[in-house]
């Protein structure tokens, strides 16, 4: 009788705590995330200026705009260097993650000193490439103390080079973060798969291209997913470098000048619209390429 | 090639990796150091590899003064404890409730904090700057507490994968007897799920501290600096200083550096768990 009693309250209890534990959460995701993703579906249709009261519709005019305007779409043009940069950081990461990953002295120290541009300030790193890049400056200054005079450019002066510098901050920034998850997965593929590729004779080539890569496929497959993304949204580095100027501007700098320099709310939603959907339908692939990989082992 | 003489081959290009890396992510901060260091006289009859012949800490006191850092420091502080108070309470209640029970639309609520982790929070400043000015909380350091209680949700996921290690025979002890699930949460979830949360602090400590964008938006008051956006300042009126604006930045990015390699387990391991889903 008394278990009957109980079971009921905590029945009641659970209805009440769940409704007390959510309702503060989801109206805060709810109010910062979720409508405001429905709200620039709404903006992007209109030529709103961010502070009038009126919302003029202009129907697909923005989007129209996006496609047709070169120095708006063609900013994916800057992107790409970042993308480029995103895929040779994840080899660098691997690549330390394999060597951190094997009987190796200093291991910690090492780790700690590569994964440390990841906490370091944005800001103060990009001040710091700055004056690195400068134009005859500590760069140059190295490159000439290495012989390698050859190699000495205006790395920021120079239109053809400076996104492909910006590019390599963002390397040097977030590649421990990539080494440190390959490196945590690394260390929960089961040590007998190797043993038993040992006695089977494989060379270490052939151990990292059948047994290691097959068994990290999924975290592989994350980092890449997160740097594609973070390619498709790279923001602060050409925001704090040069406030992105025509020369830097990536599709997401662009983005927010359109609306906060320039005022054009609607046309700003539209282009935040068309990235959230490029940044979908990268994640739609990956979860189906993954599908495919499942079925195929 | 004999085995051993592959081993040793192998071991030396692996050490040689590791300096070469570690090389690359230290050179920009000793150029940043020793410049930093420099005096503007000095600067200006030294290379910029040079060292100092001796140290001037000149700029990092006109550095502190002008940038007003101490305060941007103070400011940030505030909005990191109110946050990561906030987190904590709320990502914990949001892992306990879905962590252990079932109810209806919990799929869709998980749905949405997936969905909700791809949406880059830089696109959606247009719409919630809107918002964040109808509250009222425009040029306060409230605009950004509230946008990091609501839009950083990899936290939750740190947690649910802490919940499920917590054996679930610890709550059904403690309701054999009596204890409300309140109860349970507050002294068992609660206090078992403080490795999440010196994860979730540390991580959301960070990502506060180098966030630019948001209080560069929502507090362009010049009283209302953060650390990020003081140092963003230095931009324009010292440009004709780089000494100066690298002795800023080191300023601004060493007391995070030291507080990491100090917590560097917490870092690590919620890195981790906030990436990788079960």
Do not use: C
Not at chain 1, 154 to 164: E, P
Not at chain 1, 214 to 230: A, K, Y
Not at chain 2, 256 to 271: E, M, P, T
């Amino acid at each position: 009788m008394s278990r009957q009693r109980f079971s009921l309250s905590y029945k009641a209890q659970k209805a009440v705590l769940i409704a007390a534990f959510l309702i503060l959460p989801i109206v805060l995701l709810a109010t910062l995330s979720l409508y405001p993703a429905l709200k620039l579906i709404f903006y992007s249709f209109t030529s709103w200026n961010g502070l009038s009261p009126r919302y003029p519709w202009v129907g697909l005019a923005n989007y129209k705009a996006i496609f047709s305007n070169p120095l708006l779409f063609s900013s994916f043009g800057h992107n790409f260097a970042y993308l480029v940069g995103g895929l040779i950081q994840n080899v660098v990461a691997l690549y330390f993650a394999l060597i951190l990953n094997s009987k190796i002295r200093g291991r910690n120290l090492f780790r700690a000193v590569l994964f440390m541009p990841f906490v370091m300030n944005a800001v103060a790193v990009v001040f710091i490439f700055r004056f690195l890049y400068g134009y005859q400056g500590a760069l140059d200054a190295l490159l000439q103390g290495l012989g390698l005079k050859a190699l000495e450019h205006d790395w920021l002066g120079n239109l053809s080079l400076v996104n492909w510098s910006l590019a390599f901050v963002s390397l040097w920034e977030y590649f421990g973060f990539n080494m440190v998850i390959y490196l945590a997965a690394l260390q929960s593929v089961p040590h007998e798969l190797f043993e038993a590729a040992e006695l089977d004779g494989a060379g270490r080539l052939q151990t990292l291209w059948h047994i290691t890569l097959p068994n990290i496929r999924s975290i592989v497959q994350i980092n890449l997913l997160l740097t594609i993304s973070g390619a498709i949204e790279a923001f602060n580095i050409p925001f704090i470098m040069t406030n992105g100027s025509p020369p830097t501007a990536t599709f997401l700098t662009n983005t927010v000048n359109v609306a906060f320099v320039f005022n054009n709310f609607g046309l700003a939603s539209a282009m935040a619209i068309v990235l959230l959907i490029i940044v979908f339908v990268v994640l739609i692939l990956q979860r189906w390429l993954v599908g495919i990989g499942r079925d195929a082992v | 090639m004999s085995l051993r003489l592959q081993n040793t081959l192998l071991g030396t290009l692996k050490y040689l990796s590791l300096i070469a890396g570690g090389l690359v992510v230290l050179f920009p901060i000793w150029v940043a150091l020793i410049n930093a260091l420099k005096s503007n006289s000095a600067s200006n009859r030294l290379g910029p590899l040079q060292l100092p012949i001796h140290l001037d800490w000149h700029n990092f006191v006109v550095a502190w003064a002008g940038g007003d850092l101490g305060h941007a420091f103070l400011n940030t502080l505030y909005i990191v404890v109110l946050s990561v108070i906030g987190n904590v309470t709320l990502g914990t209640m949001v892992a306990y409730v879905i962590g252990r029970f079932d109810f209806p639309f919990k799929g869709v609520i998980l749905a949405a904090y997936l969905v909700v982790q791809f949406i880059p929070t830089i696109t959606t400043q247009v719409a919630v700057f809107g918002i964040i000015r109808s509250l009222g909380l425009f040029d306060t350091p409230y605009a950004l507490v509230l946008l990091y209680l609501g839009t950083n949700v990899v936290q939750i996921f740190i947690y649910l994968q802490f919940i499920h290690r917590i054996p679930r025979s610890l709550d059904e002890s403690a309701m054999l007897e009596g204890a409300s699930y309140f109860r349970i949460y507050r002294s068992i979830i609660f206090p078992l799920l403080m490795p999440a949360s010196a994860t979730v602090a540390i991580l959301q400590t960070i990502a506060i501290y180098n966030d630019l964008y948001s209080p560069y938006l929502y507090m362009p008051s010049s009283s209302l600096g953060v650390v990020s956006t003081a140092l963003f300042r230095f931009r324009g009126p010292y440009n004709a200083h780089p000494n100066l604006i690298l002795a800023a930045s080191l300023i601004i990015a060493i007391p995070v550096v030291l507080l990491y390699l100090l917590l560097q387990r917490f870092i690590f391991a919620g890195i981790v768990n906030g990436a990788v889903r079960e």
